[in-house]
């Protein structure tokens, strides 16, 4: 916390649309223009008399300058709070470096590494940001190591999903090649087209909407009524179906789904069927490791 002589070398600008948050008053009632206490700072410029900070707060109605302020740096996002007195209010705002009247050109590469944490020099560059007294300096060097290391805790979740995507996917196809070579298809198939359910199972509108969606030659996937990726906001496909989640259950590479594999085969063996089905765009193009020969009707 900075001490009342700093006050007049600070500066901070406030995004726009920064949060705002209000605490509970404590029991006893709110007493506006009473110092709130221990670390809160009076809002007003000793030299010139006007706010330090110019940021109005919304109070019973009415939009006012807050006359007291702190800092909450015990956060990944450090942030200003202002209120009107003692048991008033708390209000909060994104704390950010103040801009230099001059435009600038962007950091490089080699710049944005110097503000990097847990590094042979990180310890130097917190004390260089001591010298300069610029408590908002300090808060945005904090908030830039602190997403970077929350970026990098989402990337490994994000990996550990794709993991666990790929694992699903491998057991749906192992239980696609389960059904395969139970016949379980062509089983069920001769009940569905020709035999009728017992009354009351379903009616007579709905087994025939169901063949008609069944027997549909050209229908192999699911119908949905709108296709958007969650992931890279495609409109053709679904999440699901994205191909840098997608892990081909033919040949086991990512990037692509298994209908657009150049080496499908890669999935047979030599004492199992063929696993690709024949309507593959490649099914013919490449041998097949597999040595038993089914006869296609």
């Known amino acids: 916390m900075m001490d009342d002589e700093s006050i007049p070398a600070l500066a901070l600008i406030l995004e726009d649309q920064d949060r705002e948050e209000a605490q509970t008053p404590a029991p006893g009632g709110p007493m506006p223009g009473i110092h709130p206490g221990i670390g809160w700072f009076r809002n007003a410029n000793e030299e010139t008399g006007s706010p330090i900070f110019s940021e ?12 007291y302020y702190q800092f909450d740096m015990d956060t990944d996002s450090p942030e200003l709070l202002l209120t009107r007195g003692r048991r008033c209010t708390v209000h909060s705002r994104t704390l950010r470096a103040r801009k230099d009247p001059y435009p600038r050109p962007a950091l490089t590469r080699k710049q944005r590494y110097s503000f990097e944490a847990d590094q042979p020099f990180s310890r ?8 300069e007294e610029d408590n908002t300096l300090k808060a945005e060097v904090a908030r830039y190591r602190a997403m970077t290391k929350r970026a990098s805790r989402i990337a490994n979740h994000i990996a550990a999903l794709r993991e666990d995507l790929a694992d699903v996917t491998e057991q749906r196809f192992q239980s696609a090649k389960s059904l395969a070579d139970a016949n379980t298809y062509y089983r069920i198939a001769p009940r569905i087209i020709y035999s009728m359910p017992p009354a009351g199972r379903l009616t007579d509108n709905q087994v025939h909407h169901a063949r008609n969606f069944f027997d549909d030659p050209w229908a192999d996937r699911p119908r949905y009524d709108t296709l958007l990726c969650s992931w890279c906001g495609a409109n053709n496909h679904n999440v699901e179906n994205c191909k840098p989640l997608t892990k081909c259950e033919y040949c086991g590479r990512w990037g692509h789904c298994s209908d657009f594999c150049r080496t499908p085969h890669d999935a047979c063996s030599s004492n199992e069927p063929c696993r690709i089905p024949r309507e593959h765009a490649r099914w013919g193009l ?12």
């Open 56 to 67: 109005y707060v919304l109070e019973d109605g009415l939009e006012i300058i807050a006359p």
């Open 124 to 131: 130097l560059v917190d004390w260089a940001l001591d010298q």
């Open 286 to 297: 490449h041998t097949c490791p597999s040595n038993i020969h089914i006869f296609h009707a």
